[in-house]
């Protein structure tokens, strides 16, 4: 059920926010220690999405599912993300089998950011994603925002406005029960 679904990863939010904050705090201050200052880092329990469709996959329970804690390190080159991630393996045992590198080989869709999964200070697995400001623009908005970046100036802001208004209402329709109410929305905006 969606809703208890929803429910326990609230509850899970809850339970790990001082862990959350705790890791943050850890990984910020080990790259600044190597000379990475301009970092971004946070935390978070993954969507509700993300965690159902991998129940769904696995044919497990929400208990079964052991990396529901998520991090992501923003930096400013491509070295950098490299960097980041050896510091990180130093810091916890890489789970084997879990690390993709999506700068070497991007997606498709232009998606391109390092992710592997690691066994956090408390045994518990949590996925780490690392990426470039750039990357990081194309993975939130898409091949438009890639294309606009590339643009720079020349961008239309009319255009990028109406990108932001999309992803605002994808955001908000997360947790709509009426997916046809939800997909009309969508189109209003969309087509708009």
């Avoid at 862990?19 to 978070?44: N, P, Y």
């Avoid at 923003?74 to 700068?103: M, N, T």
């Amino acid at each position: 059920d969606w809703n208890d679904l929803t429910a326990k990863l609230e509850a899970r939010a809850k339970e790990k926010e001082g862990f959350v904050q705790d890791v943050v705090e850890l990984i910020r201050g080990k790259l600044a220690e190597s000379g990475l200052a301009q970092v971004d880092v946070s935390g978070r329990v993954k969507h509700v999405y993300s965690i159902w469709r991998k129940m769904r996959q696995l044919d497990v329970e929400f208990e079964q599912i052991q990396d529901v804690i998520a991090f992501r390190v923003i930096v400013d080159g491509v070295a950098q993300c490299y960097e980041s991630l050896g510091i990180i393996h130093s810091l916890w045992k890489p789970v084997p089998g879990r690390f993709k590198d999506y700068i070497a080989i991007p997606k498709p869709n232009l998606y391109q950011s390092l992710h592997t999964t690691v066994i956090g200070p408390d045994g518990e697995p949590f996925e780490m994603q690392i990426r470039t400001r750039e990357m990081h623009r194309t993975a939130e908005y898409g091949i438009a925002a890639h294309w606009l970046y590339k643009e720079g100036d020349r961008g239309d802001r009319e255009f990028q406005a109406r990108l932001a208004s999309l992803r605002r209402a994808l955001e908000e329709g997360r947790d709509l029960a009426d997916a046809q109410d939800y997909l009309e929305s969508i189109k209003v905006d969309l087509f708009g």
